[in-house]
């Protein structure tokens, strides 16, 4: 193949025409909230950017809404504070690496993470319809398919559904068909997805939850212990030993194993397959194991994410398996079939006729899952 048919074939190093970002790329990225939150960019498309944030969260965003990482010294900040767990304002005063010292406006010091950090940056203009062409959510009616049977849920029922960073919120019903179920949840999130997602909404008197304090307005969440339950009202105790009556269960959330889902045994250290938050599965490998429910895993493109057990698979690879690689290396994956394995080294074959080695860290499997 000559120079110009594999600069037309295939986006190597660079980004569609208009997308400055590239897969890898540490940026700030806005959040409905209108702040700009640490991330890394997972995935680019002609207008948009997939944001995997620091804090587990990973949404699609206009890349108008993407800038550089910029904080340095001097910078002004807004801090999740370690003990009151809400952003306060405050200056960066040192930097060293991913590590910062924010002075407080109120005078207190402390060292933390830029991942603990959001920030206010001007907001350009971006239409609805411009959102839309970039993957970012909005509101619309979706074509579902045919109606589903046999369902245990209905339309309307009010459920715990799995978001994007594995933990379960509470949300509704909107739609049901033979190409997933529309969840709105209780934050006006949306998503559409199997009935895998999906389980009762129910709260256990004596269950550790975490929970969003009446005096939060952000969606920050604090480890608490259910006292009383009453509908979808609880009294909480959280961790600094205060109480709150009447809490709403749609300010909490659940880290929680599906029922009746078999999982396998393993250790740190091992090599695996593991799911991310857009339903593919990647190359991981496990870091700590810390208990039955909260697995930490490091895939092997760079990210981590802690993830429940049913959501690891051994790591088994062959010949003949239909697969997403990046193309030599580049920001997009494209489909191809696994043709020869020599430990890390793969031998792809793309749909398009193209072929190449490459490393087992730069494929995945798709998500199985049809998305309307």
């Known amino acids: 193949m000559g120079l110009f048919d594999w600069l037309t074939s295939k986006i190597s190093s660079g980004s569609p025409a208009g997308n ?5 790329d540490r940026v700030l990225a806005k959040k409905p909230d209108s702040y700009f939150y640490p991330g890394v960019v997972r995935e680019v498309s ?3 950017c997939l944001i995997v944030y620091d804090d587990g969260d990973a ?7 993407v800038l550089v990482q910029d904080i340095k010294i001097g910078s002004r900040v807004f801090c999740k504070h370690k003990t009151a767990q ?3 304002p405050g200056t960066v005063s040192q930097l060293k ?4 010292r924010v002075q407080y406006d109120q005078g207190e010091e402390e060292w933390t993470s830029i991942s603990m950090l959001r920030v206010q940056r001007p907001i350009a203009p971006v239409s609805p319809e411009q959102l839309a062409v970039a993957n970012v959510p909005v509101k619309q009616s979706l074509d579902l398919g045919a109606p589903v049977k046999d369902s245990n849920y209905r339309v309307g029922d009010r459920v715990l559904a799995r978001w994007l960073d594995f933990y379960w919120y509470p949300a509704t019903i909107l739609n049901m068909g033979e190409r997933g ?3 709105l949840f209780d934050n006006n999130d949306q998503r559409v997805g199997p009935e895998a997602v999906l389980m009762p909404l129910a709260v256990e008197e004596g269950e550790h939850i975490e929970v969003r304090p009446k005096n939060e307005l952000q969606r920050i969440y604090v480890p608490a212990h259910v006292n009383h339950v009453d509908g979808e009202k609880i009294d909480v105790e959280l961790e600094d030993n205060s109480r709150e009556t009447n809490v709403r269960v749609s300010r909490v959330r659940f880290w929680r194993c599906p029922v009746g889902v078999p999982a396998f045994e393993f250790a740190e250290g091992d090599r695996v397959l593991a799911y991310d938050g857009d339903d593919c599965v990647y190359p991981a490998e496990i870091v700590s194991i810390e208990d039955d429910t909260r697995i930490i895993v490091q895939y092997l493109d760079g990210f981590e994410r802690m993830l429940t057990p049913e959501l690891i698979r051994r790591f088994e690879i062959r010949p003949g398996m239909k697969i997403e690689c990046r193309w030599s ?4 994956y494209f489909p191809g079939t696994l043709s020869k394995i020599e430990g890390d080294r793969i031998h792809v074959k793309y749909d398009d006729g193209d072929d190449e080695w490459t490393t087992v860290r730069l494929f995945r499997f798709p998500a199985k899952r049809p998305t309307p």
């Open 97 to 100: 690496g991913e590590t910062v």
């Open 59 to 65: 949404a699609w965003a206009h890349y108008a809404h």
């Open 181 to 183: 179920i529309h969840i």
């Open 20 to 24: 400055p970002w590239k897969l890898g």
């Open 46 to 48: 002609e207008y948009g």
């Open 329 to 332: 290396g580049g920001p997009h």
């Open 86 to 88: 809400v952003f306060a």
